[in-house]
């Protein structure tokens, strides 16, 4: 199959551009293009402009065809969530009317066998979104076992992570792992399949990988961070989720920037100072409807939350301030 062929489809993105309520003559940012869904929904509902970033090159083809359709309304650099200010900068923009997030990896990139990220699919074992100098295949050959197995824990929250970190190791020993099949196989081994069990038993262990060298937490806080400090007044961050540890981080960054505290006991908000208020988080979680999740499966554990920007200065904070110490 070749890779570049490949579309994303949306998840959530009537729930999004509604969230947004794009109006002409503002700027917004797209910080994961991808295939451009969100950012064409934007464009075409009104006289707007689009600052649009991916850290994967790949998507550059696509943002090529975007330019000669919208030309100076929209604008495509090859980044990171971590250099949204710089990329700010280097074009001269103070401030952002609205920001869009839609975190983890894109069809062209799960559905790509060459990009190494699926169980199912046989090839390299690459995983990188971007330019992360790190393959899976150079990891998983030279990571220790207690380390592996404390990632495969923390990052994908797989409760059977010692063991197929032991069993990794021993097989590795034997022959290196090159492939995602060779790899899915040994987990397999490790945590076999239940009859009724609808997630294949790899898809933590890929996840935790996945997420790890492209230290994906640590650039979601980066990102939000980044949003918060150059977000209008009155503008919104949207932040779609598929991971329940991600969910979290936004859930407790907008927690933390409204003012609020959580008891790192119970992950409970406790009320502190609101005057302070620097986001004001939207109430719940917004989630795909029945018919979403019918005709796309990968929404179904999708959420939007989304926070408004106050006129009060963001307050510095770290992951580790809202309970993540494990991934500083
Ligand atoms: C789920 S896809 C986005 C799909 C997009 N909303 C669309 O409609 O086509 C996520 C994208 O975010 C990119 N991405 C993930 N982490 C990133 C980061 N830290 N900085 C920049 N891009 C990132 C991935 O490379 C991927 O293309």
Sequence with gaps: MNGDTLEHTPVLLNEVIRTINPQSGKLYFDA?????????????????????????????????EFKREYGTRFNFIESKFSEICSV????????VDGFMFDIGVSSMQLD?????????????????MGNSELTAEEFINSVSE????????????????????????????????KTTLHLADIVLKANPKKNNHKKHPATKTFQAIRIYLNDEFNELFAGLTNAEQTLSEDGKICVVTFHSLEDKIVKNYFYKSSGKDYSSYKNLPVETNDSEASLIPGKKAIKPSKEEIETNIRARSAKLRYATRT?????????????????C
């Design 112 to 128: 790509n066998p060459q990009r190494g990220f699926s169980f199912n699919k046989e090839g390299p074992l690459d995983m990188r």
């Design 88 to 95: 700010l900068k280097k074009l001269n923009t103070k401030k």
């Design 311 to 327: 006129s009060s200065l963001p307050n510095n904070f770290t992951l580790d301030d809202i309970g993540f110490r494990e991934f």
């Design 146 to 177: 207690d380390e592996l197995a404390d990632i495969i824990y923390n990052y994908g929250d797989e409760r059977k992570s010692r063991k197929i970190a032991k069993l990794i190791v021993e097989h590795r020993k034997i022959n290196p792992i």
């Design 32 to 64: 994961t293009f991808g295939w451009g869904g969100y950012t064409k929904k934007l464009l075409d509902s009104c006289a707007c402009q689009v600052i649009a970033i991916d850290q994967d090159p790949k998507v550059k083809s696509r943002a090529k």
